[in-house]
């Protein structure tokens, strides 16, 4: 935690240096409320669709939960996760919670892991089409090449069962660690039997990273942006990608100066796309409140 405030507070003070922040504060404050609200709304729309991505995965495996404790789950685990680290704090703690209620460690795991990855390849692929969309004299083959890979990287872990046993010496599975991670990839590797589950739930993947583009184009709107559409669809999945990383907190930091960065092109004044940037963390962590409301109802009812 320490480690990740200093390095959010460095980058945080490196923006602004070059940014005039009470231009930034002012543009938050102004921001028409009518873009804001239609934004929150979209915010909620998101949040169920990844409730019901993270519930076809779970039905597939017959994990017998709920539908109610499982959006329970995923919107507290939410909340939580915004005092750990930022793209890893939230799943860690759905699977502690899955594991503690409906199925064994491996498998509460691997559903998580499995709809990050279909998250991760999503994102990629919004990312693709928004490169092959924005018009251009000249495309670089490096950039699609890199996606590609990312791509290929995240379906090759559902085969992580089969390559580790293979690269691993058969004389070490039974070790401590080797086993456990075995365990949970051989309880990936089990999603491999349900196509079917994987396409609707890559299907859903790809509505709620169109759903994140429109969020960030309307909070631009709201601020007075005139960059198109099809410019935030190109950059847009490669700040949620920053956003996932775990060196942030909250979101605050590296994925803000890089929305700054990638909006310097098409310019867009630096203290209006850290404002864009700062609310888009912020409506992000609003999604989270109803967690927090169920928290406290928890915790009341233990008490």
Do not use: K
């Not at 002012?26 to 409730?51: E, K």
């Amino acid at each position: 935690m320490l480690l990740r405030l200093a390095i959010t507070a460095i980058i945080l003070a490196i923006l602004a240096m070059g940014i005039d922040m009470g231009a930034a504060a002012r543009a938050i404050a102004t921001i028409d409320l009518r873009y804001l609200a239609v934004v929150l709304g979209l915010v909620a729309v998101d949040r169920a669709v990844m409730i019901l991505r993270w519930i076809l995965l779970l039905r597939a495996r017959d994990i017998r939960i709920t539908t109610s404790e499982a959006t329970r789950l995923f919107l507290v685990s939410s909340f939580v996760g915004s005092f750990l680290p930022a793209g890893v704090g939230a799943d860690a703690a759905r699977a502690y919670g899955l594991s503690r209620d409906s199925a064994s460690g491996s498998d509460a795991v691997a559903s998580v892991a499995v709809d990050r990855l279909i998250g991760i390849q999503s994102l990629v692929l919004t990312a693709f089409i928004g490169v092959l969309l924005w018009p251009t004299n000249q495309r670089d083959w490096r950039l699609p090449a890199l996606m590609g890979c990312a791509v290929f990287g995240c379906t090759a872990l559902f085969w992580a069962d089969t390559w580790l046993r293979w690269l691993v010496p058969s004389h070490r599975h039974d070790g401590f660690f080797t086993r456990r991670i075995l365990r949970l990839t051989d309880a990936v590797g089990r999603y491999r039997g349900h196509r079917g589950a994987l396409v609707h739930v890559m299907a859903w993947s790809l509505v709620v990273q169109v759903l994140r583009v429109t969020q960030a184009y309307l909070l631009g709107l709201g601020l007075g942006m005139t960059v198109p559409f099809g410019y935030f669809l190109l950059f847009m999945p490669f700040a949620l990608l920053l956003l996932l990383l775990p060196i942030s907190v909250s979101g605050f930091g590296l994925p803000q100066g890089g929305i700054v960065w990638m909006l310097g092109p098409m310019g867009v004044p630096a203290d209006q796309s850290f404002a864009l940037s700062t609310l888009i963390v912020l409506t992000g962590l609003a999604g989270n409140i109803p967690g927090l409301w169920l928290w406290l109802r928890q915790r009341r009812e233990i008490l």
